[in-house]
């Protein structure tokens, strides 16, 4: 018997949501939300079929569902400056069944802020007006642990348990590569490497900054690709390091790794911006095919900067392109991340290379301590020789050609299965 999970059609959604809110052109390329992409085929082999119905056609008798894809960078602004509310821009006929009927609005978070900051903005703007009752609000976020997290969050602010939404875990959307991306990096010619590994540090975050000024003042910038695409003030450069001195003063740890990478920025300053690649700096190439396949092919190890590092930053890890470029590369990687994004890929079904580099930095929860694990993995490997490297390349081929089959041929299931998207089935 086949059962239905329905949507309200995003072209309904995109005539009412409001575009200061919320992102209503944010789908797929058949005009759905994003996580159909995940659900629809691993649904169907429960006999559940995943469709979009206009609100004349949806059972009202039957629990339904409504994309609302979140863009909560603009909620801060609107609660000072505005009266607008989450629920303003909603039909009075949507609203009524969102209150006292079957419907549930699903806040799809794609963005890179996974969990604290993103509920701390929706509790602000939703209690200006909170009419639709929070049982009947779903939260995916692409978090792992944002479930856990959230729990957390909520018992430190002494939230209610009747005054919480369900938090559903759906992998970033980034992870949408297509046939296309795949013949790109299938194409890519093996050539002789030069370099021992490759860093992009693209849109530049805080952790980015510390991580080059650390490889520069270590003496590593010579040995690998490293991009830092800073073109701010001099001022700036410095304050995203001294204003945030307290998070390094805990300990002694702390504090040497503060003055290796303060002595690393004034090394690097003046040479600002580094490119190694796309010298357009307004554009953020983060599509699977927009890289060049040559600076990968040259170098030995991705060390992967991913969106978050501290837990100032983030409390949680979550997915997106960064993780998988290596992948779809075939070339061994170090995470750069939040502590147990490692974990996750191979909850995913990625084989790591632990034989071969200190992974023990993705059980580290202290920043610091991690940080300077990281760095000096990435010290040893940069005194192999030539030949060392080369043995390390050699012998994990296999590992590298299945990382890349495995996530080509199995990701959609594998997406659904190790993410929550089929605890929609839940609340039919």
Known sequence: MKHEIIFLDTKETEKFLDKEIYNPTCNNWFHEPFMFEFMK??????NFNLELKSFENIDKNKSWFIDMPM??????????????????????????????????????NQNETDTNLIFEHFYKIYNKNPIVPLKKILFLSPSKYAKNQYMTWADEKRIAKENRFHVVYGNHIDLRFNEGDINFWEQAVEIEKSKVFLSLNRAIRPQRIFLVAALCE??????????????GTKEEFFNELTTRREFFSYSDQG???????????????????????IKNNLVNPAGFSSSSREMYKE????????????????????????EWKPILAQQPFILFSRPGALQAMKDFG?????KYIDESYDLIKDDVARFWVIL??????????????????????????????YTKNKRWDNIFYTGGLKDFIGFL
């Open 71 to 108: 863009f909560p960078y603009t909620w801060d602004n609107l609660i000072r400056t505005t009266e607008k509310n989450l629920f303003d821009c909603i039909p009075s006929y949507v609203l009524e069944e969102c209150i006292n009927g079957n419907a549930y609005m699903v806040f799809n």
């Open 299 to 322: 170098t030995y190890f991705n060390l992967t900067s991913t969106t978050f590092f501290f837990d100032w930053q983030e409390p949680c890890h979550g997915w997106n392109e960064k």
């Open 350 to 354: 990625i084989v790591t290379f632990s």
């Open 41 to 46: 085929e691993p649904l169907k082999t429960h």
């Open 376 to 405: 000096n993995e990435l010290q040893r490997l940069c005194k192999l020789s030539k030949e060392e490297l080369d043995k390390i390349i050699n012998e994990i081929q296999h590992i590298l050609k299945y990382n890349f089959e």
């Open 218 to 231: 270590l003496g590593l910038l010579d040995k690998g690709n490293v991009s830092l695409w800073y073109n």
């Open 255 to 277: 504090k040497l790794l503060y003055d290796l990478i303060w002595s690393g920025m004034n090394k690097i300053v003046d040479q600002l911006p580094l490119y190694i690649d």
